[in-house]
């Protein structure tokens, strides 16, 4: 038994030997299968997360691409619009500017606007020169229209018979078909009363009266009109409230238009003339400027005579 005791004993200690070694092996394979699969796993997590990530940058960067895209059409236009309105009101302000440089011009291309035109001597001087003749010339029918008014009316009636005076009183009238006539000749012959209008910046640049020529022909000729209908009431009636407060109306006007008057003398507008006027016809005389002066202050002084009575 002790013999056999020692072999036993080597036996299992191989035997237990060589379990040891295959337990060793065996949990050495599984081990590294672990560790492997571990790898895989990881590598493949990786690729995933990498993948994604990717994915998503792209996907972000697509994104952004088309959002900037969109944002540059969208400032182009903007810009596009605010270009087309800045162009659209720049051609608005030259229009508007062509238009007012176009009448200026207008006015400014008429012969009788330059100075001298047929010998005007007036339009030849300094501005100085021309505002003191022209101021001179107003001056002298104003005095002259008050003096006519309230001292040389008087006297005359005073001398003259009454029954001459009352014989006056039907023709007054007349007076008033006359201003009919010419508030009616301011539309059949429009060109001629606007070169009676004075250009702006005339009588040495103290001229500068607002509105356009055809304007201030249309609105005086109606009051030509209106005043002159008013008057011919006095046909039926000699002391007629409408008379004499559309004589008193002409009365005004006829001072209001003399800036035209005026205008004439200066700087020898033409004024209204048939289409065959001569070329003396174009241009009067000094002597026949004055009478035109002293005409306008006898007609103030009937006027004004019908207009208190």
Known sequence: MRAVSPIFTTIIA???SSRSDGAKKATET???RRVSRSCASSSSSSSFFSSSSSSSFFSSSSSFKVL??????QNRRRRHHRQNTFAGLQSSSDTANE???TNDETEEDAPWAKPGYKGAWVSQQDNQTQI???TAIWVGLILSTYLSCAKVGPIVESILPDGIFQLSKKTWPILGATYVLAGAAHFALPEGFDAMVPHQNAFGGI????GSKRFHVNWTGVCEILGGLGTLSLLFDSDSSLGKASAFGLFALTIAVTPANTY??????PGPLPPDAT???MVLSPSQHFARGVLQVFLLTVLWGIATG
Do not use: D
């Open 30 to 32: 599984f081990l590294a």
């Open 14 to 16: 191989s035997s237990s």
């Open 99 to 101: 238009g007012i440089e």
């Open 68 to 73: 900037r895209h969109a944002s540059g059409i």
């Open 264 to 269: 004439m003398f200066t700087n020898n507008s």
């Open 279 to 281: 070329e003396e016809m």
């Open 207 to 210: 001229w500068k009266l607002p």
């Open 132 to 134: 003191l003749v022209v």
